[in-house]
């Protein structure tokens, strides 16, 4: 079965500094890979995510994410926070398309970003 | 709607008691899929719709959950006979088509059950 180890469940930053949130996982076949992000009282949304390709990805405010095959891993990172990025940031992985996928999702156990102004 | 809607946001349910959760996916959507998120976890799958049709059910962490969608739109989730470690907040997603083709479910904001 596969599993999602985020490193750290929360993470205290200053804003403008740099960011990277630790996400490995398990699964040795083709996978998708996903950046979901809860902001304060609000539902999950998707950041970013990789099918296949370039393994840089880019998402939405600034946020990216790389994915390292050979390490299992797809870290999320921004180059300069914002107390705006204050959330709760959630990886995930699915079994790839062309499989018995149908976007069943497996995520991690989350990881907290408070910035501080 | 414009999203994905769910009632109630909050249930208090005395332990034994049944309760039903609904979800009201984005109109046109396919794929329907129920999580549950414990306190300090994340999202963890519970069951799938591919219109009506329930395709997995592999995630219902016993007999007493029940979910259902019997016109391919909305959805209830049903507990019976809660147990305090049934609480947790309850997650309903939808995917136009197949989320894994497409890559991005749509959350609700969920339904959180506390049972006593």
């Known amino acids: 079965a596969q599993s999602v180890s985020q490193h750290n469940h929360h993470v205290i930053l200053s804003e403008a500094a740099s960011l990277e949130l630790g996400c490995n996982y398990s699964?040795?076949?083709?996978?998708?890979l996903f950046w979901y992000v809860q902001y304060p009282g609000q539902h999950l949304q998707l950041l970013l995510k990789?099918?296949?390709?370039?393994?840089l990805v880019k998402g939405i405010k600034g946020f990216e994410a790389e994915f390292i095959k050979s390490k299992f891993s797809f870290n999320l990172r921004k180059p300069s926070v914002q107390w705006s990025d204050t959330a709760e940031y959630f990886c995930?992985?699915?079994?790839?398309?062309?499989?018995?996928?149908?976007?069943?999702?497996?995520f991690g156990q989350g990881t907290i970003l408070t910035v501080h102004p | 709607g414009a999203g994905v809607s769910q009632s109630p946001r909050y249930k208090v349910a005395k332990r034994g008691q049944d309760v039903a959760l609904r979800c009201d996916p984005i109109?046109?959507?396919?794929?329907l899929f129920w999580y549950q998120q414990a306190l300090g976890q994340g999202p963890e799958f519970l069951t799938y719709?591919?219109?009506?049709?329930?395709?997995?059910k592999s995630g219902l962490p016993s007999d007493r959950f029940f979910a259902e969608r019997p016109e391919g739109s909305v959805s209830t989730l049903k507990i019976q006979r809660t147990q305090q470690e049934d609480s947790a907040v309850y997650l309903c997603?939808?995917?136009?088509?197949?989320?894994?083709?497409?890559?991005?479910?749509?959350f609700g904001e969920g339904s959180r059950l506390t049972v006593l």
């Open positions: 990789y099918f296949s390709g370039d393994p």
């Open positions: 719709f591919q219109n009506e049709a329930q395709l997995d």
């Open positions: 995930a992985v699915n079994e790839g398309a062309g499989g018995t996928s149908y976007g069943k999702l497996t």
């Open positions: 699964y040795g076949g083709t996978v998708n």
């Open positions: 997603a939808s995917s136009l088509g197949l989320a894994g083709l497409t890559g991005e479910l749509f």
């Open positions: 109109s046109g959507h396919v794929s």
